[in-house]
């Protein structure tokens, strides 16, 4: 990974335009291609990015980041204060904990408890920024990718959606669309699921572990 802290302006052009005025950041290169420019503030998310694949082309006093759906990211550099890299080596990835693990366990041999129709494909499929939770098929054959939470929330939200653009890069699976799974889904994150065109679902734990009937609620 590299870090670079500098004063810098930003320009997007892609879908829409968008503009950082000049000011001191952290732009952040990460070893798959992802590139993420930080301020000093706003938690963890970043001001601008552009996820792999793409191509970073380093002028010196100017980086261009393009990918193939013709966007591109123009970090013009006016002062370089730091410039490291680190090799971070492989992450083992998010372990769940017990709950939410078996959470997804029991929905995967009952994916008719999310929605009628699901078949299972795969638990854990691979994607190249980490596992989907489940991956089924529903009854008009469309790939439906699943992303399993305890509480739903608008990151978890921002999740499937990152997934589903990395499985759309794959043209074999044709049409793919993404189901959320929670105990309780967030408000916040019913309106951003339904944003993005996802449908979200809540389900029982305990209906799920055998303990009451019928306490499955489908939306």
Known sequence: MRLVI?????????????????????????????????????AYKPLNWMTAPNVLTDEGERWIVTNPKGETLTITLFEVFSDVSHELGDDPGLQKDGVEAHLQELLAAAPHSMEDGLTLIRREYQTAIGPIDIVCRDADGTFVAIEVKRRGEIDGVEQL????????????????????????VKPQARVLAEARG????????????????????LF
Do not use: N
């Not at 829409?16 to 000093?40: N, S, Y």
């Open 6 to 42: 500098a004063r810098c302006s930003v320009d997007y052009q892609g879908r829409l335009a968008a503009h950082l005025p000049e000011a001191t950041r952290l732009l952040m290169v990460k070893a798959d291609g992802c590139v993420a420019i930080h301020a000093d503030g706003g």
């Open 161 to 184: 959606a990152r997934y589903i653009e990395r499985l759309q890069l794959d043209s074999s699976l044709g049409t793919i669309r993404g189901l959320f799974v929670a105990q309780v």
């Open 198 to 217: 996802f449908r979200w679902v809540e389900v029982d734990y305990d209906a799920l572990k055998g303990l009451r009937q019928d306490d499955l609620r």
